[in-house]
């Protein structure tokens, strides 16, 4: 079955820490894979999508095919990072977006 | 500049009684999508409409139906609440076309539904 796994449901980070979102996918083939983050108050809204070297507010999120994974790296966290994060491959090529369950992240001073 | 908007914020009903939740856009898009959101859990699609064509997903509920009247309206009805259809229900459009749903969805600020 197609699944994302995103396997920390809560991460808490320093300030200018480092700070990697882990999500894991079992897709066939060459699945396109979307970060969506949800800041308080806010409505759900793109981060960034599978392009390679694309960069959105410091974040990067890197394919690897061979361990499955699209996992969302920034080097020095800041507080306004603070939100949900959904992990979302796209299923095939009919418009739908399967979400992840989140990593609430929580940036502290 | 709201893109996407719906209608009510919070919408309370009761048990049984029909309700519809509304969304509206004004980016123009093919694509209009409705998720429910339950406590602590993803989003997860219901149906979507490409332009007139409705997609209902496999594990929806006959209990929710869609309509799409215009390009810049969608309606999500619930025709007998359980109280396990409280959610947060969010409404998304995507522009559709030739790239084959890889573009954003934009998503409106959600309407929180309460069953009593």
């Known amino acids: 079955a197609q699944r994302v796994t995103q396997p920390e449901k809560l991460l808490s980070v320093f300030k200018g820490a480092p700070v990697e979102l882990k999500c894991n996918y079992s897709y066939s083939g060459s699945p396109e894979l979307f970060w969506y983050v949800q800041y308080s108050r806010q409505r759900l809204q793109l981060l960034l999508r599978h392009i390679p070297r694309e960069s959105i507010k410091g974040f990067t999120a890197d394919l690897n095919k061979g361990e499955t994974s699209f996992h969302l790296k920034k080097p020095f966290a800041q507080e306004e990072d603070s939100a949900m994060y959904y992990c979302a491959p796209l299923r095939g090529s009919n418009y739908k977006l399967t979400f992840g369950k989140g990593t609430l992240l929580t940036v502290n001073p | 500049d709201a893109m996407v908007i719906q209608n009510p914020r919070y919408q309370v009903t009761q048990f049984g009684k029909p309700v519809t939740l509304s969304c509206s856009q004004t980016?123009?898009?093919?694509?209009m999508y409705w998720y429910q959101q339950k406590s602590s859990q993803a989003p997860k699609l219901l149906f979507h409409?490409?332009?007139?064509?409705?997609?209902n997903e496999a594990d929806t509920p006959d209990n929710f139906q869609s309509r799409r009247p215009n390009t810049s309206f969608c309606f999500l009805d619930i025709r007998s609440p359980g109280l396990g259809d409280a959610a947060m229900y969010l409404c998304?459009?995507?522009?559709?076309?030739?790239?084959?749903?890889?573009?954003?969805?934009?998503f409106g600020p959600g309407t929180r539904l309460l069953v009593l």
């Open positions: 980016l123009n898009h093919n694509v």
């Open positions: 998304a459009t995507s522009r559709g076309g030739l790239a084959g749903g890889k573009e954003t969805q934009y």
């Open positions: 409409y490409y332009d007139k064509d409705f997609n």
